[in-house]
C-alpha cells in the first residue's frame, strides 16, 4: 500500500471559514454585530470589550499582509501581550464560524468513503494541516456522536505541534502545523457546547453573550489558553512530522497556496519525502501552485498532476487495495 498523505489549506474550508485575505473585514463585521445582540438591552461591559477588541484586531490586520504576518511581527517586537491577544481573538472567532455553520461538505465526504465499520481511518493514510480550524473533529463527531472534541481528537490521533502523543505511525495521523483554536486548561480542553447544538433553533443572541463572558474569563485567567501556535514560533519539528513527510509515497495538496511567508517549512517538508512518487494538486488556481512545488522539487516536474474536481477531497487510486477488476483481485500499483 503506498503511503499518501494530505497537505491541507485554509482553501479546504471554504465557505465555513473565511479565507486569510478576508479575515480581517469578518473580525470588523463581527465587531459591528455586538450592539446589535440585544433589541432591548445595550451592550454590557464585557460585550463593549469584545467589541473593541475585535475592531483592534480587525484594523490591525487590514494594514498587513495577513494574519499571520501581523502576528509575526507582534513576536519579533516583543509584544508578546498582543500576540497572546489576538490567538484569543482569533480562537473566539472559529468558535464563532464553527458554531454558525456547518462543515465544509467534502469532510464528511471524506470520512464517509474512507472509515471503516470500527470508525477507524486507513492506516497508510496521513493529514497535515496548516489550519487551526476544527472541521476534521466536528465531522468526525457525525459519526462517533461524542459530542466532545477532546475525544474526537484522540479517536483520530490529532498532534498539535509540540505534542508527540502517539509515535506509533502505523495508523491514521493528523499533524496540525498551527495547532488548534481552541481553550485548554493544562492538557484539558475547554468545552463548548455550542458546537452541539441545533443551527436552526439555538438563539444566537445568547450565544454572542456566552462568547463574551468566555472571552472576559480567558483573558483574565493566565491558566487558560489558546492551543494556536504559529508555525514559526517553534524552529523544531516533532517526530510525529518527520515521520509523516519520511513515509510519504503520494502527496495531496488540496486548498494550500505554498505562500512564501511559509516557504521555509514547505522546503523541509517537500525536500525530505525521499519516497515521494507523484503529487496531486486540488485548486482552482493548479497552475501557479505547480510552478511553486516544481520550484521546491525540480525531479517531481513531470509527476505533478491536477485532479478532475473540487467537489470532493481527492482520493487517488493507489488508496483501493486491493482493486477488483474483471471479478479478479489486483493488488494495486
Not at 88 to 115: A, E, G, H, M, W
Not at 153 to 179: A, M, P, T, V, W
Not at 236 to 242: H, R
Amino acid at each position: 500500500m503506498k503511503n499518501i498523505t494530505y497537505l491541507i489549506g485554509a482553501g479546504a474550508s471554504f465557505g465555513t471559514l473565511p479565507l486569510v485575505s478576508n479575515l480581517p473585514a469578518e473580525l470588523l463585521d463581527f465587531a459591528d454585530s455586538i450592539p446589535k445582540m440585544s433589541e432591548t438591552e445595550p451592550p454590557d461591559q464585557i460585550e463593549k470589550k469584545l467589541q473593541e477588541d475585535f475592531h483592534w484586531l480587525g484594523n490591525e490586520a487590514k494594514k498587513q499582509a495577513s494574519i499571520d504576518t501581523l502576528a509575526r511581527q507582534f513576536s519579533l517586537n516583543g509584544q508578546r501581550n498582543n500576540l497572546n491577544k489576538l490567538k484569543n481573538i482569533l480562537t473566539i472567532f472559529f468558535y464563532y464560524k464553527q458554531v454558525c455553520n456547518y462543515p465544509n461538505k467534502r469532510y464528511d465526504l471524506f470520512f464517509s468513503t474512507l472509515l471503516d465499520e470500527n470508525l477507524k481511518m486507513p492506516e497508510n493514510i496521513k493529514v497535515i494541516s496548516w489550519n487551526y480550524d476544527l472541521q476534521f473533529e466536528l465531522t468526525y463527531n457525525n459519526y462517533t456522536c461524542y459530542n466532545d472534541v477532546q475525544k474526537n481528537q484522540e479517536q483520530l490521533c490529532i498532534i498539535n505541534k509540540g505534542n508527540n502523543s502517539s509515535l506509533d505511525n502505523k495508523r491514521f495521523k493528523l499533524y496540525k502545523i498551527n495547532g488548534t483554536a481552541q481553550f485548554v486548561a493544562g492538557n484539558q480542553i475547554l468545552k463548548f457546547g455550542y458546537y452541539y447544538r441545533d443551527k436552526e433553533s439555538m438563539s444566537y443572541t445568547d450565544f454572542k453573550k456566552d462568547l463574551a463572558k468566555l472571552y472576559a474569563d480567558v483573558t483574565q485567567n493566565e491558566l487558560t489558553k489558546s492551543s494556536l501556535s504559529f508555525a514559526w514560533e517553534t524552529e523544531k519539528f516533532d517526530q510525529s512530522f518527520q515521520e509523516i513527510i519520511k513515509d510519504t509515497d503520494v502527496l495531496i495538496v488540496i486548498g494550500y497556496s505554498f505562500p512564501y511567508f511559509n516557504r521555509k517549512i514547505d522546503n523541509h517538508l517537500l525536500v525530505n519525502m525521499d519516497k515521494l512518487e507523484k503529487i496531486y494538486i486540488q485548486d482552482t488556481y493548479y497552475d501557479i501552485i505547480k510552478a511553486k512545488v516544481a520550484d521546491i522539487r525540480m525531479d517531481m516536474t513531470g509527476k505533478i498532476f491536477g485532479t478532475p474536481s473540487l467537489s470532493e477531497f481527492y482520493i487517488p487510486h493507489d488508496w483501493f487495495n486491493p482493486l477488483i477488476l474483471d471479478d479478479k483481485i489486483v493488488e494495486s500499483r
